[in-house]
């Protein structure tokens, strides 16, 4: 029983195409993470959420949106894609903020804008 | 903002030869965790590190958290080829979770 599932696994498309990634949870965590991994490998925080409060990271564009429809879901929208939006897209998860207890990742979602 | 710094980014080793790779941070952590991410995998949880000083292990690998909790390390014994992937520290500053730049292991057979 798959832990953190996002779909799709592999997305091409256009630049200038809007574009969803989804993500669900069934460990019953609280918190809710996107993560973006670059072709160094360098692992970027994007948004961490959970039911209370969404934090998002300076640096992320405003092109850039979670949703979260509720506590077992944080689906990760894109609009107006730009090469450089090519990457690994990581959603996880984990009870309190991963002060105590560990992020789980799901297998990840391979991003190709061409 | 906060900056979790790992070295080295790459390190190629002999199988059987030990490894080490350092994190620093520019903030003091409540506590660091290290995960482990195979070529074409998803990070995976190894441990966390809670105390000033701390040190664990699990087998061949040695995870140590510094006085300062600022910095940690993680020393392999022994090299495998199944060690072979990048390795990553990561900690709480304020309500985000950091990862650190990441080291590449390549275990040569």
């Known amino acids: 029983d798959t832990a953190v599932s996002q779909t799709p696994k592999y997305l091409v498309t256009q630049m200038g195409n809007d574009k969803s990634i989804k993500c669900e949870q069934n460990?019953?965590?609280?918190?809710m993470y996107w993560y973006k991994q670059d072709s160094k490998k360098f692992l970027k925080i994007m948004f961490s959420?959970?039911?209370?409060?969404?934090?998002i990271n300076e640096t992320v564009p405003n092109r850039f949106s979670p949703k979260s429809p509720d506590k077992a879901h944080l689906n990760l929208h894109i609009n107006s894609l730009e090469l450089g939006d090519s990457a690994v897209y990581f959603c996880?998860?984990?009870?309190?903020?991963?002060?105590?207890?560990?992020?789980?990742f799901g297998n990840g979602t391979r991003l190709t804008v061409t | 903002g906060q900056q979790v710094m790992q070295i080295p980014q790459y390190q190629h080793v002999q199988e059987g030869e030990d490894f080490t790779t350092y994190c620093n941070s520019s903030?003091?952590?409540?506590?660091i965790q290290w995960y482990k991410q195979r070529p074409g995998g998803h990070p995976v949880f190894l441990i966390q590190l809670v105390k000033s000083g701390e040190v664990k292990k699990q087998k061949r690998l040695t995870f140590q958290f510094g006085e300062a909790k600022k910095n940690s390390s993680l020393h392999i014994t022994a090299t495998q080829t199944t060690d072979v992937g990048t390795y990553f520290c990561a900690g709480p500053t304020g309500n985000q979770f950091y990862f650190g730049t990441g080291t590449s292991l390549t275990v040569i057979p």
């Open positions: 996880a998860s984990s009870q309190g903020g991963g002060r105590y207890s560990p992020l789980h």
């Open positions: 903030t003091t952590l409540s506590n």
């Open positions: 460990l019953g965590h609280d918190t």
């Open positions: 959420y959970n039911n209370k409060e969404l934090i």
